[in-house]
Nanobody
Framework: HVQLVESGGGSVQAGDSLRLSCAAS?????????????MGWFRQATGKEREFVAG?????EYADSVKGRCTISRDKSTSTLVLQMNSLKPDDTAVYYC?????????????????WGQGTEVTVSS
């Protein structure tokens, strides 16, 4: 299995920035390299369903709510997925989850991801 561990969450003020990281370890999908499968960030606010934030694979994709404020990237040398979030808003408050799927194509659908991290909490105060 692939293990995913998120970090970087915290409590910030509106307008601040946060950098979330997701460290991937364990057996890769059929021995393929870290960059050969798609990954994504999702978030879940209290009382709401988990929603897509950003994905990377054959390309990058962003939810409209974060487009222009967030950047997803990955570091092949450290097998780390990163989400840089700028101009944070109170509506960004949620638990953020890292996910990986065994296919290379970027996806925004929860059910298409095979592995999930435990989440990191982000709180944005106005």
């Amino acid at each position: 299995h692939v293990q995913l561990v998120e970090s970087g969450g915290g409590s910030v003020q509106a307008g601040d920035s946060l950098r979330l990281s997701c460290a991937a370890s364990g057996r890769t999908f059929s021995g393929r390299a870290f960059n050969s499968y798609a990954m994504g960030w999702f978030r879940q606010a209290t009382g709401k369903e988990r929603e897509f934030v950003a994905g990377i694979g054959n390309g990058t994709e962003y939810a409209d709510s974060v487009k222009g404020r967030c950047t997803i990237s990955r570091d092949k040398s450290t097998s780390t997925l990163v989400l840089q979030m700028n101009s944070l808003k109170p509506d960004d408050t949620a638990v953020y989850y890292c996910a990986a799927r065994q296919w290379y194509w970027t996806s925004k659908f929860l059910h298409e991801y095979d592995y999930w991290g435990q989440g990191t909490e982000v709180t944005v105060s106005s």
